[in-house]
């Protein structure tokens, strides 16, 4: 085989500048200079997590079971202890981290405790929605909706940047609302959502339940945005009290309508027949309002007769929810509404359901897989099973004994990252990754 002389003078000149690169320096950036000496990031160390007990989030319950995460993902989950865990459970409760798909996350009050945002800097508001993320996350929620604002948009964008600690954001930006737009209109505001980069389309077709309820938008309108969304690949969640908006949203094939105050069972069984998820908001919404009447009067719709009704039907809620309850086979989803005030309270939804008269697992299961499918991520998170992000919690004691327990989260892990644990606080201080904090709620 002959080699021509040319070629062997290109290979030797290749060969040498490949061999100098680390040292000639000469008109590259210091970012192309650094990037010689970066090394290969290692293979991830598995952790290992051993539960006295695992709720899966599919209605299964485990007994001493160890929870492999390597990476961001949940690799094994098997019988038994390691000899040396890295998290011993043994005293608590493993449960998916929690799901709340009703949030208005960048809400807050003002720094003199008023529901209103009228003269604050950009700062203010970016620092509150940093409170309320983390405070959101701490809790246990490792994945919330916001339905919405265009502000989650940004807040999103953070977030998903990993250098701000805060839950997996779904965000609808800016509802649609105006009840005098044309089909035209919705269909093209609906277009230009997804354009934003919004994750659901937030529909309001009803008035407020404090100012009656009533159906604004026509049955027309309410299913050419469905019908839109869905061409667009994007999931509606409908605002709906009437009974009448209910079952409009139902027939437009709408993806899940929150509220459904004024909705009958038999609504309720129809719109459930049809494939369109129910998020009743009750343990979280009005009880925040009422504990925070004083930031809240005279504002928006906040008004003296709006707390009297609100004071008025506490018992009606608590009827109301029992009767939703009598539907067969509904798993209603678990959202809160959570909104100014009830940062990181988001648990007080699922709490409030199970002191009203619903079978505990069934509202865990609700907060985590059947959320998660309603938000179309029920292959990644809401399970502890192998293959799925490691979004993992533990609780202090048994829910399904003591629903309470929800209310003391001792660790939260998300996409593997350990963001509290309060068993072992001193942490370790080499991990870059692990934001460790003992701070009691
Ligand atoms: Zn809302």
């Not at 309720?268 to 129910?278: D, E, F, S, T």
């Not at 929810?321 to 678990?334: E, G, H, M």
């Not at 072992?424 to 080499?430: I, K, M, S, V, Y």
Request: hydrophobic share 40%; glycine share 10%; charged share 25%.
């Amino acid at each position: 085989m002959i080699i021509k002389p040319s070629i062997v003078r290109a290979a030797a000149a290749l060969l040498l500048a490949t061999a100098l690169t680390p040292l000639s320096s000469a008109g590259r950036t210091l970012d192309e200079q650094m990037s010689v000496f970066v090394a290969p990031a290692p293979a991830p160390r598995p952790i290992t997590i051993h539960a006295g007990e695992l709720i899966d989030g599919t209605g299964k319950v485990m007994r001493d079971v160890t929870v492999t995460v390597l990476g961001t993902k949940i690799a094994s989950v098997t019988p038994g202890r390691p000899t040396r865990p890295t998290y011993e459970f043994a005293r608590l409760t493993v449960l998916p981290g929690l799901i709340d798909t009703h949030v208005h996350i960048t809400t807050h009050f003002n720094d003199e405790g008023r529901a209103t945002e009228k003269g604050e800097s950009g700062e203010q508001r970016g620092l509150k929605w940093s409170e309320n993320v983390w405070l959101t996350l701490i809790s246990g929620f490792t994945t919330i909706q916001s339905i919405g604002a265009d502000d989650d948009l940004v807040l999103r964008k953070a977030i998903q940047g990993g250098r701000l600690p805060g839950p997996r954001l779904l965000t609808s930006g800016q509802p649609l609302g105006d009840p005098k737009m044309s089909i035209d209109e919705i269909r093209r505001t609906v277009r230009e959502r997804k354009a934003q980069g919004v994750d659901v389309i937030k529909m309001l077709v009803t008035r407020s339940i404090r100012d009656g309820g009533g159906q604004t938008w026509s049955d027309q309108q309410i299913s050419a945005a469905c019908d839109e969304a869905r061409k667009q690949g994007l999931r509606t969640w409908v605002h709906a009290h009437a009974d009448s908006a209910v079952r409009a949203a139902a027939d437009g094939n709408c993806w899940a309508v929150t509220h459904a105050q004024l909705a009958t069972v038999e609504t309720l069984a129809y719109a459930h027949a049809k494939g369109m998820y129910i998020e009743p908001t009750f343990g979280v919404v009005q009880p925040n309002y009422m504990r925070n009447k004083a930031k809240l009067l005279g504002t928006g719709n906040y008004t003296e007769d709006a707390f009297k009704y609100m004071e008025g039907n506490v018992q009606e809620n608590r009827d109301k929810w029992r009767r939703f309850l009598t539907v067969k086979n509904i798993t209603y989803l678990s959202g809160g509404d959570t909104n100014a005030g009830a940062e990181g309270d988001n648990a007080r939804e699922i709490i409030w359901r199970v002191q009203q008269g619903q079978d505990p697992m069934r509202a865990i299961v609700a907060a985590t897989s059947v959320n998660a499918r309603a938000l179309n991520l029920g292959d990644k998170i809401g399970t502890i099973a192998p293959g799925m992000e490691a979004d993992i919690v533990a609780v202090d004691g048994d829910p399904l004994k003591d629903i309470l327990s929800l209310w003391r989260v001792r660790f939260v892990m998300k996409g593997g990252v350990v963001y509290k644990d309060l068993e072992n606080c001193a942490g370790d201080p080499l991990a870059r990754s692990a934001v460790v904090t003992c701070s009691r709620r």
